[in-house]
């Protein structure tokens, strides 16, 4: 059904003289009324990517292999997610670190490397979660498989 110019009501074909909502002469002055072919061929070439699927077995052993610097995160094209993980990992580095050193009484060097062994657990763990989480997408809205 046609739509009035004026009050963009629908309207019966028949009344191409006055609309008999608001009473405008000629509603369909100015507009067209010409159909569209459905049928036609949409070139798909123009939309084509070299996108590939994210894996679950891939962004799982980025997590163990480089879980801290959040590259999991860049891999599923979520930048702001992997830059907030790369912050908070080294923020938990640095407290823990500091706990261990000044509370502990333990070197730097040691203290270093249990803040390194608990953030590498702690990101194994989160890999597990993720990894076995359902309907999981990337930032491209894709999911993950």
């Known amino acids: 059904m046609p739509i009035c110019r004026n009050c963009k ?11 008999p909502r608001c009473g405008i002469e000629h509603p369909f002055e100015g507009m067209s009324s010409d159909t569209i072919e459905i049928t036609t061929n949409i070139d798909t070439d123009k939309y084509a990517s070299d996108y590939r699927p994210c894996k679950k077995k891939q962004l799982l052993i980025w997590f163990l292999a480089m879980g801290f610097l959040g590259m999991p995160f860049f891999y599923i094209h979520k930048k702001k997610a992997g830059l907030i993980y790369l912050l908070c990992n080294l923020a938990l580095i640095a407290a823990i670190t500091l706990v261990f050193t000044f509370v502990v009484n333990l070197f730097v060097v040691y203290s270093l490397l249990i803040a390194l062994g608990v953030i590498y657990l702690l990101n194994a763990v989160v890999g597990a979660i993720i990894y076995y989480q359902p309907n999981l997408k990337d930032g491209n809205g894709e999911f993950i498989i």
């Open 9 to 19: 009501q629908r309207i019966q074909r028949f009344d191409k003289d006055r609309c």
